[in-house]
């Protein structure tokens, strides 16, 4: 399972944008880059998944590299509800499993 | 997206019984995954549920100590035997239509064993 690394912790401002980078230099050409987040007490959130293009969504944008050995997830305006683990995951093709495999996690705090 | 219940929401069990969690989804889903997430920790995928036949686990984990059923295509069990203490944990189950779509997770069975 190809890994992912991300900083342990990374504080941010509220109504600031805040910008998560994941390492993924094993990657393979199949595989998709997730990003999940966990408030406390939840289970995970989907937040936003790309493969080779630049994603965005209503809660997010996802930058991928040209080479694809590294992402970052850019909340545009952090605010206190944010407050979580963020979790950068390859996702195998699904004749591999299509399986999520956690690795530990940003855990981003915002301050008022 | 998918709607999934998880019962029960928490369970205090004593060492050496078993316990079974039960996943419910509100739509027809092509994967279905079990997690377990120890306290302070990130998740652990325990195996994938496969309908209609046997789990494929992951290393560390085997079918006598966490045996899962997938009877249709909205519902798995996911059951800890025998447990211990440390087998305290939040188990969550998780579905997807296709890898290259989002995931979606319960929002986990807090066991703990006393």
């Known amino acids: 399972d190809a890994k992912t690394t991300q900083p342990n912790s990374m504080e941010s401002n509220e109504e600031e944008p805040v910008h998560l980078p994941c390492n993924h230099s094993?990657?393979?050409?199949?595989?998709?880059i997730h990003w999940y987040r966990q408030l406390p007490s939840q289970g995970p959130e989907y937040v936003i998944h790309?493969?080779?293009s630049n994603v965005n969504n209503r809660m997010a944008s996802l930058a991928i590299a040209e080479d694809r050995k590294s992402s970052t997830l850019i909340l545009h305006r952090a605010t206190l509800r944010d407050a979580a683990v963020y979790y950068c995951?390859?996702?195998?093709?699904?004749?591999?499993?299509?399986?999520?495999?956690f690795g530990q996690g940003t855990e981003l705090s915002v301050k008022p | 997206s998918a709607v999934i219940s998880q019962k029960p929401s928490r369970d205090i069990c004593q060492r050496g019984t078993s316990l079974t969690i039960q996943c419910q989804v509100d739509?027809?889903?092509?994967?279905m995954f079990w997690y377990r997430q120890q306290p302070g920790q990130s998740l652990t995928l325990i195996a994938t549920?496969?309908?209609?036949?046997?789990?494929?686990?992951e290393s560390g984990f085997v079918i006598d100590k966490f045996p899962i059923s997938r009877p249709n295509l909205t519902f798995s069990t996911l059951t800890v035997s025998n447990m211990s203490p440390e087998d305290s944990s939040i188990y969550l189950c998780?579905?997807?239509?296709?890898?290259?779509?989002?995931?979606?997770f319960g929002q986990g069975t807090r066991l703990t064993v006393v």
């Open positions: 549920a496969n309908q209609g036949s046997e789990a494929t686990y």
């Open positions: 790309g493969l080779t």
């Open positions: 998780s579905v997807s239509e296709s890898f290259g779509t989002e995931a979606f």
């Open positions: 995951i390859l996702r195998a093709p699904y004749n591999q499993g299509g399986k999520l495999i």
């Open positions: 094993t990657i393979s050409g199949t595989d998709y």
């Open positions: 739509s027809q889903v092509t994967m």
